[in-house]
């Protein structure tokens, strides 16, 4: 992790040094991520650096690499990367400036208008869910088989129902029981997104409007990604994705996503409940869409 405190003078410098022809933009603060800090470049552009996790330098690094081929065939903006900053004595860690995305994430204002919300998502995933190269990084622990996330879920859910956060966690295990007895995946490795969480997802007029933080990009189970049908959009939609996602995914692979959704869920529900009082690496909009997610897959299993 960096120590260097990022602020708008900062990132200017670290611009006007790498990439001079930029530096008469403005630069304004965007959010302040999970793995990143975004500010900013003029109206169009913007500056991720990394500021919370070790990782976070090699996930832009990654972005760089691989988006650029991507971009072309998604239907929805995605951030595209244009310039990468090297490691400095002002900043000790790579960097980079992507395309802006307009638009607000989905936990701070989720869509409403449902039909058209999960086509859109529908056809983004197949789009992207295309067989990928040999060279293609591998998830740190997404797109594989959902049992290795076995001990993380249990102890995610001992927490969250001591906590007070879960009211039937048997009907919560139901739920992973059936995903992890699922037949795994046995075709080949796609492209994922691996991180469709709302606040990842962006809308607009009322539905979404972009994808953005493709840090976690790998190739893997595409229930993975279609998890995402469960966490973004509102109750009883989750069929019309499944129904509008080509090819249609089998009895397995929506089990999968079933399984992958809850524990995404149950970590929504942690970090917004450590929002809510304060605790490190809480984000207090994380809780109720992933509360709101739990519901929906509870009541597959009555």
């Known amino acids: ?20 022809d930029l530096a008469d933009r403005p630069v304004r603060l965007g959010a302040r991520g999970w793995d990143n800090q975004l500010w900013r470049l003029g109206d169009d552009l913007a500056v991720r650096l990394p500021w919370a996790t070790g990782s976070a330098g090699a996930l832009l690094r990654k972005e760089y690499d691989w988006l650029p081929t991507l971009a072309p065939r998604l239907p929805l903006p995605i951030p595209v990367p244009q310039r990468f900053g090297e490691p400095s004595e ?23 208008r449902a039909s058209d919300a999960a086509k ?15 060279g293609a990084p591998a998830g740190r622990d997404r797109g594989g088989p959902l049992a290795d996330r076995a001990d993380q879920f249990a102890k995610g859910l001992t927490s969250a129902t001591e906590r007070g956060l879960i009211n039937d966690p048997d009907a919560v295990r139901a739920v992973w029981h059936d995903a992890v007895t699922a037949s795994q995946w046995t075709g080949p490795a796609l492209w994922l997104h691996a991180d469709l969480h709302p606040a990842n997802v962006l809308t607009s007029d009322g539905t979404f409007c972009g994808v953005i933080d493709f840090g976690d990009l790998c190739a893997g189970d595409p229930a993975y990604d ?6 973004l959009l509102p109750d009883h939609t989750t069929d ?4 509008a996602y080509q090819p249609t995914p089998d009895t397995n692979t929506m089990r999968r996503a079933r399984g992958w959704a809850m ?3 149950l970590g929504g529900i942690l970090i917004g409940d450590n ?3 304060g605790r490190p690496g809480g984000k207090p909009t994380w809780g109720p869409p992933a509360h709101a997610a739990l519901q929906r897959l509870i009541a597959t299993t009555r």
């Open 1 to 20: 992790m960096t120590h260097v405190e990022i602020t708008a003078e900062l990132v200017r410098d670290l611009v006007r040094d790498q990439h001079p």
């Open 90 to 112: 002002r900043f000790p860690r790579p960097w980079l400036i992507t395309t802006w995305i307009p638009g607000t994430p989905a936990d701070r204002i989720p869509v409403t």
């Open 120 to 134: 859109s998502l529908a056809t983004f995933l197949t789009a992207l869910h295309q067989p990928a190269p040999s």
């Open 226 to 231: 279609l998890a995402a049908g469960w966490l």
């Open 240 to 243: 019309h994705f499944y129904a």
């Open 263 to 265: 524990a995404r869920a």
């Open 275 to 277: 929002g809510v009082h």
